[in-house]
Each structure stands twice: as structure tokens, then as C-alpha cells.
């Protein structure tokens, strides 16, 4: 019997049983469940979309153990070009929210990874500390002089953090907040860790895109939750927080980052906005996840025929970017190693490794270019930075097409 998960029957946030299914994409590994040849295949768990129509938040129907999904992670942030560009832009945001000297501002992220962000903020003289549960990005971190604690975030780590290092001026959680099953716990930690007049920073996948752009792939294990600005405002409400501003992130095909603090604060016209959009088009609403799941199961079937097309032509393709979500893409469509020869990425952490699920090759970037000489085709699955990637691939020679799934119709440029 498989024990790395648990099925849920009340909702997460509010508790609330009213909370029904409005999507399933098949048994699936979880995401970064990589592995080596001879290792064993990863256990496959249900990845179902649930509403709840007490809050209103979309969550998943599992719940696979934490340790399992972070202990030892393979996203590396500082592997990525425009995380590195946009970190300069996220701290720049930050810091305009103070009237402190830098060097007298405490700033704490959690899930801190290998510390690129707060390696800017340190740049500007701010003291940092990054928390983060995988010990092998938490190292990475440590090595390049971020102070980094390798712990699970939570309500009473952050009382031990205020003994030993004091109150925050900031307290940031980057594309983290979706991902965690003890969100009350996480909330409280930074409602206890911010100073009064301190401010909190979330950045989150926005899921009004997921709607809009059928961003289905953004669909794992480990993300747990798929907020709205009007979710994620009463989630916080609940912990004495109170948002007062919204920016864009390019991070992850598109995303929120809300600012908020202990006092209530005047919102921001931008925030005004945004949150009226929002409910303008429904993005709250069950039957608007029911259609967005009509119309994912539809694209799904055109991107596999688009994709075994072009291999019925040229033979096995070569694909670009072992991303988390790229799994679900994959496994949703049907498309595994019987069309895929090897994919591509970066990260040196998932070299030699096999995808979950679909059971690809994963090679670095310099053996991919043997295989890019002799491919009429590249299957992008990290399309959130489709220009970075084939500008990339055009300098390095690579003269054929590309197959981009997302947004909208799949398509071949």
C-alpha cells in the first residue's frame, strides 16, 4: 500500500466539507521524483483539482508527505537568467516600501533555495537569512555566504528566530505559499517574525492564468494550493494580515506578488484594480474550473497529435527544459520516451536522471547540442521563458523548429 500520501476531505484553508473535484489529471509521480536507470520507478498518487466553495480556494485532493517532495530538491533559482535579471527588480520593489537605512533592515526569506534573491538584498547592505527544508540547496546557499537555515518554516521556528536574530523588516516567501500543507503554521511564523511596521511579501502563481492561458502544466503534487488575490487576501485576513499592493512577476509563465502588513495600510490603486478584475471574470467561481478543465483535456489531445505528427516525420525529438511542470505536461498528453529521445536542462542536479512518470533522458546542456545538430525539432517544454531559451539555442546554431505548447494553441514556430 502506498503511504506518501493522504486523500483530504475538508478544505485546507477554512475547514469547510463543502469541497468537490473539479478536475483530475490521471495517477501521476510527483514532479521532481527524478531517478537513476536501475533505481525504482516512483509511486504514482491521484492529481485531482478541488474547490472549495466555503473560501473559494482550488487545492489539490492529496496531500504527499513534505519530506518526500523537499527534502532533497532539484530547482536550483539561480540557474534561470530572468530570475536572475528579476531579482534585482523584486528587491528594487522591496526596499521602496522603507524608510530605514538598508544597513539597519533585517530581511528573512523563506524557502530561500540557493539564496539568489537575498544575495541582492545583501548586495545592499540589508542583513539576511534564508530557511529553507533541502539541505542540499540550503548548502549551496551557505557556500556562497547567505546564512541559511535548513528547517521547515513554521509558527514556532519563527519564535526561535526572533530569540536568536531578532524581529524582520521584511519577510518574503517566493512561489512557496502554494506549495505548503501547514499554511496556517507558515502565516503565523510570519505574522510573528515581522516587526509592527514590517512588511510581508508573497509571490505566487497567479490562478486567473491558469483560466486564461490553460496553464494546466502548473498542475503538481507539490503545489498544493492555486490562489487568487481574493483567496489569498482572506487567507491572510485570518492571520491579521492585510494586503496593500500587487506587482506582476514573469516567474512561472505569469505571477502575483502581494505586499501586506500587520496594520492596515491604504491599498494601492493597482491592487483596487486587479482585485475588480478578478471578480469581474469569475475566476472564484466552481463553474469556471469545471470549463477550464474541458478545455485543458482538449488541448492535451492536441498537443500529443501535434507532437507524434512531427515524430512520425522526423523520428524521435529532442525536448528543452525537465521543469516540475513540464511533468504534468507530459504525462497528461501521453507523450514519454517513445517520442522524446532525451530533454535538456541546465541544472546540473538532473543530469543522468530519468523524468517521472514518462521516463526520458535528462542531459546537460553541451551533450543536448549533439543531439540539437541533428533535430528538425525541439519540444519546449520550459515555454514560461521561451525567449531566453531560443535565443539560446539560435546562437548555439540549432536552425529548426520549435513546438511551443503554452499559451494558448499548441503551435510550431
Not at 518526500?68 to 531579482?87: E, M, P, R, V
Not at 514560461?384 to 531560443?390: H, L, P, Q, T, V
Amino acid at each position: 500500500m502506498n503511504t506518501i500520501f493522504e486523500t483530504i476531505n475538508s478544505c485546507r484553508v477554512c475547514s469547510s466539507s463543502k469541497i468537490s473535484e473539479v478536475m483530475s489529471l490521471g495517477d501521476q509521480p510527483p514532479a521532481n521524483s527524478l531517478y537513476k536507470k536501475k533505481q525504482d520507478i516512483p509511486p504514482s498518487v491521484p492529481l485531482r483539482l478541488m474547490f472549495c466553495e466555503g473560501c473559494y480556494t482550488v487545492q489539490l485532493g492529496e496531500d504527499v508527505d513534505p519530506e518526500y517532495l523537499f527534502t532533497n530538491y532539484l530547482w536550483i533559482t539561480g540557474t534561470s537568467d530572468t530570475a536572475n535579471q528579476y531579482s534585482k527588480d523584486f528587491v528594487k520593489k522591496a526596499l521602496s516600501y522603507s524608510n530605514k537605512n538598508n544597513k539597519d533592515l533585517f530581511v528573512v526569506e523563506v524557502a530561500s533555495n540557493d539564496g539568489t534573491f537575498l544575495e541582492q538584498f545583501q548586495n545592499k547592505g540589508c542583513r539576511v537569512l534564508g530557511i529553507d527544508p533541502a539541505t542540499n540547496i540550503a548548502s549551496i546557499a551557505s557556500q556562497k555566504g547567505i546564512p541559511t537555515e535548513a528547517n521547515f518554516f513554521s509558527n514556532e521556528l519563527a519564535k526561535t528566530l526572533v530569540n536568536s536574530h531578532g524581529y524582520a523588516d521584511f519577510v518574503y516567501a517566493r512561489n512557496v505559499i502554494p506549495h505548503v500543507k501547514e499554511i496556517h503554521s507558515v502565516l503565523s511564523g510570519i505574522e510573528t517574525l515581522l516587526t509592527e511596521e514590517g512588511v510581508g511579501i508573497i509571490e505566487f502563481h497567479n490562478a486567473g492564468l491558469l483560466l486564461e492561458e490553460l496553464h494546466y502544466d502548473y498542475i503538481y503534487h507539490e503545489h498544493l494550493f492555486y490562489y487568487t488575490l481574493t483567496s489569498i487576501s482572506s487567507l491572510l485576513k485570518r492571520h491579521g494580515l492585510y494586503l496593500f499592493d500587487v506587482s506582476l512577476s514573469p516567474i512561472s509563465g505569469g505571477s502575483w506578488v502581494v505586499y501586506f502588513s500587520r496594520q492596515q495600510r491604504e491599498k494601492s490603486e493597482v491592487l483596487i484594480k486587479a482585485q475588480t478584475s478578478e471578480t469581474e471574470v469569475k475566476n472564484n467561481k466552481k463553474s469556471s474550473w469545471i470549463n477550464f478543465s474541458k478545455e485543458a483535456k482538449s488541448h492535451s489531445k492536441d498537443l500529443s497529435v501535434l507532437v507524434k505528427k512531427e515524430v512520425n516525420t522526423y523520428g524521435k525529438i529532442v525536448a528543452y527544459g525537465a521543469s516540475a511542470r513540464s511533468s504534468t505536461l507530459l504525462n497528461y498528453c501521453g507523450i514519454n520516451s517513445d517520442h522524446i529521445s532525451v530533454i535538456i536542462d541546465k541544472n546540473p542536479l538532473k543530469h543522468g536522471l530519468f523524468t517521472a512518470g514518462s521516463n526520458i533522458p535528462i542531459v546537460s546542456y553541451e551533450q543536448g547540442l549533439d543531439y540539437i545538430k541533428q533535430s528538425d525539432v525541439i519540444l519546449l517544454l520550459a515555454w514560461n521563458f521561451k525567449d531566453e531559451i531560443i535565443e539560446d539555442l539560435r546562437l548555439s546554431g540549432y536552425k529548426g523548429n520549435f513546438i511551443i505548447p503554452l499559451p494558448g494553441k499548441p503551435h510550431i514556430i
